[in-house]
């Protein structure tokens, strides 16, 4: 009974809401990734986009990490509540598609000036964004991996402050110098860090694509972990802690890596792009930011976050929401949205606004993520990409501590990826 | 000698469970640079707190998590009592089903009944408010069965004997059983205060606005996984939000202590 005076309620709520007609109402989760005022930038953005355009109400909720955004996105959309847009991880495409979930924008593509802005972001991040000749997700946070090297520690090494390791070698032979250890033989300063904890799979990608192979299909069904040069990707990072002695053994942490950079514990680091703005604020010395080193070739995956649309939305909410998606990645808000974050404006033309090419001037550093695009490749993602990952991740962490070799680990989590993948290969 | 050896061991593990708390307080109150350096002369600073306080609307979320603490403890404490005393005390056909069923509901983890209860939350039309946060709490298995027990506990005499001077049920169980099961209340407020006190993830996907989130969920703007944690802040924005608690826990040590003692709560 009261279920049905609920739904009685419920009903009455709705017709009321398609009376008041004019105001589309668009419900956008968005997930908390980078430190600072972001919710108030967002606000703000929301704002802005409801004075130009009358009838449309933007409602951002915060909806934790990405880990957590995921869940909510999907634990609504079970109920049958779910956003109209949301910002998420761009490798939960498969999932999302799978609980048929979201739709492809391309329906929404009407005029000349909606196809055009769809052509206009880097090939690199829309890797991640199709999957069977459609677009699913339009780039929004996106980044990629990039090291940062300490000039002063550099200098006190006697190496050149301006030039970063451009090889797998190199960085093994800068390493060397630049760890320090004090008069009781601890390690003072390590050479290089490359973090290990949470989305160990993120920065392996970076090690297998330098060694020229790739972690996944294209379709999302069939994962090659086992590939000898996966294995041997895995075997050079595992090396810089066990063999050369450059970096801290065992798990490093992600969180707090950029926190050792600033305090001088570790002269080179590798971490997301979406930290510029945190290092330019924080460091008390010169800082370089470089491409990652080469393998047999330079390389690094793209990550971050993509828009997405869902399903069970009205067609003038879909049209809002586009609108809106549209408006939040113009050049110019792209531009600004990269300097106040460190995210890589995710369209070239965002490169050619006044803002942009000011901020390049005056911080170069800022360019490389961007020229590093034309290496980079699409984000580990397959479907059920959430177990599937976690196999990776736990061999990852199992040969970084040293309890399985990068064989045996590699080979135990192409196993597990096989057993999930299975049905999904028709 | 085994004295000297337990007093040692006690303060050992003393010193090691106040660690983290000491350097949270350690880290809020410096400047970032500190943050992982002891300098006993480091300046002290509310720089952290005020930008902690000023990131979220942190006023209205300890409003909120204070009406949602309260809320759920209330009903808890009325509806496991009432259920409690009729597991303990009457016979009816199918009680001991409906009493394995309820310590059943004790084996499931609540994170599992995310997607349905959020289901029913927006049939009842109640998604993002206090209430849709508390109810799927509000018949807490764990109380029932803890009251069960102490009610059980109590003398049947004492029962008899108030029924004789004319007591009717509900009277005999707010003057012989409430009263001698006191410390269990408290230990059992204080587990479920301080577990609704620090819930996340339900709390997060239920709800949407400021106007019902709580202080677990104002944290999250601090978990910026893209960038790397300001620890100073984290510390300052946790000390400020789990303080009451603490400052509770303080004040009623003795109280509390001894309700576990003889709740048999660990």
Redesign the interface.
Known sequence: M??RL??A??AA?SLFAVQAGAQTEI?FYYP????????KIIDGYAAAFEKENPGVKV?P??????Q?SI??AL??N????PPVLSVLLSTDMYSLIDEDAIVAWDELLKTDSDKAWHKSFFPGFMENSQTGGKTWGIPFQR?TIVAYWNKEAFKEAGLDPNKAPASWNEMVEFGKKLTKKDASGNVAQWGVQVPSS?FPYWLFQAFTTQNNVVLMNKDGTQTYYDNPAVIEALQYWVDLSKKHNIMKPGIIE??????DFF?RKVAIMW??T??LT?VRS?AKFDFGVAMLPSGKRPGTPTG?GNFYLFKKSTPQQREAAMRFAKWMTSPERAAQWGIDT?YVAARADAWDTPEMKKYVQGFPQAAVARDQLQYAVAELSTHDNQRVTKALNDGLQAALTGSKTPEAAMKDAQREAERILKPYRK | MTRTLETAGAWLLAVLWILPLAYALWAAFHP?EF???FVLTAPLTFANFETAWN??PFARYFLNTIMLVTLILAAQLVLCTLAAYAFARYEFPGRDIAFALVLVQLMVMPDVL??EN??TM????I?DSTLAIGLPYMASAFGVFLLRQTFKSVPKELDDAARVEGAGPLQVLWKVYVPLAKPVYIAYALVSVSYHWNNF?WP??VT??VNSRPLT?GL????????????SIICAATLMTSAPLLVAFLLFQRQFVQSFMRAGIR
Do not use: C, H
């Open positions: 009261l279920k609920a739904l309620m419920l709520g419900s908390v990734a980078v430190g600072g005022p972001i919710t409602k909720i915060y909806s934790g990490t990405y957590e869940v909510k634990t609504a079970k109920a049958g509540d980044s949470g992600w969180g707090t890596t950029p926190k305090e971490t997301t979406g930290n945190n924080n971050g460190g | 970032a943050s992982a350096r990131a979220a995310i997607v959020y289901r927006s049939q009842l039309g998604l993830l997060i996907i949407n606005t969920v999250q703007v601090f978990a910026s996984t893209d960038q790397g944690i300001d620890w």
